[in-house]
């Protein structure tokens, strides 16, 4: 893959970055080349326009989107491209989020935009890594042994709960019933 940027993580302010990073980090684990930018669906509408107008013309092919707040900037952007939109609701100091989830997911008929949790940046870029392995077997191979990875964890969890139950119940022996012993 050619490291020209493929997917567009933007977000609506630079106080969004501690959340966004975990997109970045995903994408560049999986070798897939993004940028990274600020663009403001309130603050520089005339900017946001541009950038999703000219998103496809310049070879993104997915585009994540996180604000938080008055979340406009996934939905805006999904209205001028034609490109896959996931967005990222970012928690803010109130509400927790719940204001940015609402914000990017309620979308009207016939614009969508991928929702992930409040806070789930790191899923959408897998669920970019997923849009570009459609089209890209190589990345569909890093992408199942990633869910395989997924699934060792898992047991490795589930093997040592069941060892930590068992000590549990070793130690919670259940007395023997009252007048099983020999009575005077
Ligand atoms: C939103 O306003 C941004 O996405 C950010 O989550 C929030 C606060 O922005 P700053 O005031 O920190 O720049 O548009």
Request: charged share 15%; net charge negative; proline share 8%.
């Amino acid at each position: 893959m050619s490291s020209q940027p493929v997917v567009g993580v933007v977000m609506g302010s630079d106080s969004d970055w501690p959340v966004m990073q975990a997109a970045v980090e995903v994408l560049d684990d999986f070798g897939v080349p993004c940028e990274a930018d600020v663009i403001s669906a309130h603050r520089m509408p005339a900017d946001m326009i541009g950038y999703g107008q000219g998103a496809a013309g310049r070879g993104l092919k997915v585009i994540i989107a996180g604000a938080g707040g008055a979340a406009h900037l996934p939905g805006m952007l999904a209205s001028v491209t034609t490109l896959p939109v996931i967005g990222v609701p970012v928690p803010l100091a109130h509400l927790d989020g719940l204001d940015s989830l609402l914000s990017i997911v309620q979308m009207p008929a016939g614009i969508p935009v991928a929702t992930v949790a409040v806070g789930g940046a790191r899923n959408a870029g897998l669920l970019a890594v997923r849009i570009l392995a459609v089209a890209d077997p190589g990345l569909a191979r890093r992408m199942a042994d990633f869910q395989a990875e997924l699934r060792q964890a898992a047991q490795a969890k589930g093997e040592a709960l069941r060892a930590r139950v068992r000590v549990y119940r070793a130690g919670h022996e259940p007395s023997p019933p009252s007048g099983s012993g020999t009575e005077l």
